[in-house]
């Protein structure tokens, strides 16, 4: 006679069981202010692909497109440089680490330069 334990729980203490086992709040951040302090970003220099030009690349978000490319708007204005954001990272031309770590780590971010 194999009885689920939540099952035996519920009924000792008087207690509905439960519909599902799934969590009701989202594990991944939404949007940016969620998402600060909850994730470690990494800032890389880049150089392949661009014909010597170099890039900087911020990657480990965990937003959607569009509040992804807020944050690029208002780091590629804090840089004053040009730049895109696509499949979960932010593209910045020129080597703006310095600038972008300092920006990140002051608006809460978790960042480091790789």
């Known amino acids: 006679m194999a009885q689920d334990w939540k099952q035996l729980l519920g009924e000792a203490f008087n207690v509905d069981k439960p519909a599902d086992d799934t969590p009701t709040a989202d594990p991944t951040p939404t949007t940016p202010l969620e998402q ?9 220099l880049d150089r392949k692909g661009r014909k010597g030009k170099t890039a900087t690349i911020i990657v480990g978000w965990a937003l959607d497109d569009e509040n ?5 708007a208002q780091l590629k204005r804090h840089c004053g440089v040009g730049g895109s954001c696509r499949d979960g990272e932010i593209l910045l031309q020129g080597d703006q680490r310095e ?8 608006q809460g971010y978790k960042a480091r330069v790789i």
């Open 36 to 44: 600060q302090g909850k994730q470690r970003l990494d800032i890389v």
């Open 68 to 72: 992804l490319a807020t944050v690029a």
């Open 99 to 106: 600038r972008v770590l300092a920006w990140l780590t002051a």
